[in-house]
């Protein structure tokens, strides 16, 4: 088990120190990037705001040859900016916009944010497909080091456990950094384990189908928005209409996310997250049918089956927010605790090689031809 949890460290080892401290900062993604970039989110509310219409045309006529793909806005916070996305082939533009005047506010280029490299990085690497395999592939260590650490923590006698529970402060450097990667590993491997684990529904296509098989008896099948039955052009104030319509058929507070096809025969998805469900994530799925506004299809939460509802509850415990507050501080902690354990680990293994070095270089006992006479004792 030493063994084992000593070279998979050493494989992983820097791997996990870019996943885990990329992971900490996504756990406040949204409050670290509205306090720094807060004139891009916020807003001063005014009495009454211009249509979705209006704000669409001034994106598009921002960008010309880009695609809008996509419309956030929060319904229930007057004070929020509604964002656009927009697309012409990689490139990826985010423009922020004010409802009350429809004027940009500030265009970015997506891919150049600094969150958005934050994520690249914890997902691959920034290394496309193979920086996917390799951050994968250490995810499936990391949860295998969790066991065998805690193995290797176990005490061998139960009068030792008491030393294993806590850090000693005062001790050694040596044993302070022993107890700080063995202790501070032990109090948080539950929840390291259920970051590692959830992980892995992004790393692997056989485990996210797997979620649909063990709890709905089949693979995941992927949700497509429906073909509009009738082609018909937009008429003006036709995004305002839907937005209406949606609210009044998602009454809850959440956030509203409209995702716009780039073929005009495929209908609109409007996605609205439910803010006052008892976990986070819960997302209610409207298909309209483009220019007439018709509803083609509803996905809503509560006739989902198991298997989605599990597989939307990966999100949220991997990250944290399942329960709010809480769990994400929970959630930061223990990716701290985790990005720590390669550099203690490093030190541990550093100190005992320099130990073996030491005893391996000394002086041998001199070896006499003779056998020693015992002393006369007078």
Not at 248 to 269: M, N, T, W
Request: with cysteine; aromatic share 12%; glycine share 8%.
């Amino acid at each position: 088990m030493g063994k084992l949890h000593l070279w998979l460290g050493l494989a992983s080892g820097l791997v996990v120190l870019v996943v885990t401290i990329t992971g900490s900062l996504l756990v406040f993604e949204k409050e670290i990037d509205e306090a720094v970039n807060h004139d891009f989110y916020f807003v001063q509310p005014q009495a009454q705001r211009v249509s979705l219409d209006e704000m669409l045309n001034n994106v598009a006529a921002l960008h010309p040859g880009f695609t809008v793909t996509r419309m956030t806005l929060e319904t229930d916070a007057p004070e929020r900016s509604v964002l656009f996305l927009s697309k012409k082939g990689k490139a990826l533009q985010y423009t922020a916009v004010n409802p009350y005047t429809g004027k940009v506010i500030r265009s970015v280029n997506y891919n150049k944010r600094f969150y958005t490299v934050v994520l690249q990085l914890h997902r691959t690497l920034c290394m496309n497909e193979t920086g996917k395999v390799i951050t994968g592939i250490s995810c499936l260590i990391f949860l295998i080091m969790i066991g065998t650490g805690l193995v290797l923590w176990w005490p061998r006698r139960w009068r030792g456990l008491k030393q294993r529970l806590k850090v000693k402060w005062p001790a050694s450097r040596k044993r302070l950094n022993w107890d700080l990667h063995a202790v501070g590993g032990f109090y948080l491997h539950l929840v390291m384990f259920a970051i590692a684990f959830t992980g892995l529904t992004w790393a692997y296509k056989w485990f996210n189908d797997g979620i649909f098989i063990v709890f709905d008896g089949k693979p995941y099948k992927k949700m497509e928005a429906p073909a509009n039955q009738v082609q018909q052009p937009v008429a003006v104030g036709f995004y305002e209409q839907l937005y209406r319509e949606a609210n009044r058929q998602l009454p809850y507070k959440g956030e509203l996310r409209f995702v716009l096809p780039e073929h005009d025969s495929l209908a609109i998805g409007v996605f609205k997250e439910n803010y006052e469900a008892s976990v986070s994530n819960v997302v209610d799925i409207l298909y309209f049918e483009k220019g007439t506004g018709r509803l083609l299809k509803d996905h809503l939460y509560r006739n989902a089956s198991t298997g989605w509802k599990v597989r939307r509850l990966m999100y949220p415990i991997h990250t944290g927010q399942i329960y709010g507050w809480p769990t994400r501080i929970i959630a930061f902690i223990a990716c701290l605790v985790a990005a720590s354990l390669p550099i203690t680990g490093l030190y541990i293994w550093l100190g005992r090689k320099k130990k073996s070095a030491r005893a391996g270089k000394k002086e041998p006992l001199p070896v006499s031809g003779k056998i020693p006479q015992p002393a006369v004792v007078v």
